[in-house]
């Protein structure tokens, strides 16, 4: 626990220090934001449920992979050679996870708020929105996090992390399209509670699976 507290000070230190790299985010989400806007102000009966809800979700993968990608990338050799001496491969991985998740669960909500105001609000129950946009930013955090460390390993590892994560982001992708689904057409909570449970497995399976299989790959 203390490598890990250690790692995700660290993870913030240098955050603080590189302030470009979140204000890039958010300036990303905020931009795409303010397009859909312009693109559907012409022609608001366009603008359906359904549009808005697979709108957001769509806007939020793509900043969890561009926030996420850079995870282990830029991270230079010699920092990579320290760490192996230092801290156990799981302490990595995990500290990984929980400051991507962080940084996911900041940005989807920012997004969501701001999304709401500019598209208007359509959610009819906003607390299984928020549970969703929680587990979703964790799941997208967790796979991409363990993508981007494999990803690593290669020399196009852009081009390798969107092949690996893809099979494994979407269908996560259309189950929490389902659960935002239910939430905004207000929808009692126990007919969400099996895409809630799925959503929460496949969050436990990956950082489990990440934590079994990161030394591996650690040490190679």
Do not use: H
């Not at 549009?51 to 992979?65: E, K, Q, R």
């Not at 500290?95 to 997004?111: A, C, D, E, Q, R």
């Not at 290669?154 to 939430?183: G, Y």
Request: a positive charge.
């Amino acid at each position: 626990m203390n490598e890990i507290r250690t790692l995700i000070r660290k993870e913030f230190t240098l955050e603080w220090r590189q302030k470009y790299a979140l204000s890039g985010m958010l300036l990303y989400v905020v931009s795409t934001v303010f397009i859909c806007y312009l693109s559907f102000n012409l022609r608001r009966n366009q603008l359906t449920p359904i549009v808005w809800n697979t709108l957001f979700w769509i806007i939020t993968l793509f900043s969890a992979v561009n926030a996420i990608a850079k995870s282990f990338s830029q991270e230079r050799f010699g920092r990579l050679i320290y760490y192996y001496n230092l801290c156990s491969p799981q302490a990595i991985i995990v500290s990984k996870i929980i400051y991507n998740s962080l940084v996911m669960l900041f940005l989807s909500g920012t997004g969501f708020i701001f999304y709401a105001f500019v598209m208007g609000n359509q959610v009819g129950d906003l607390g299984l929105y928020t549970i969703c946009i929680a587990l979703a930013s964790i799941g997208f955090s967790s796979v991409l996090t363990l993508v981007a460390g494999i990803a690593s390993k290669a020399d196009n590892s852009a081009t390798l992390m969107a092949v690996l994560s893809f099979p494994i982001i979407l269908p996560m992708l259309l189950m929490t399209i389902r659960l935002a689904k239910n939430a905004m057409d207000g929808l009692d909570w126990s007919v969400s509670y099996d895409e809630m449970i799925t959503l929460l497995s496949i969050d436990l399976i990956v950082i489990t699976l990440s934590y079994l299989l990161f030394p591996y790959l650690w040490r190679s």
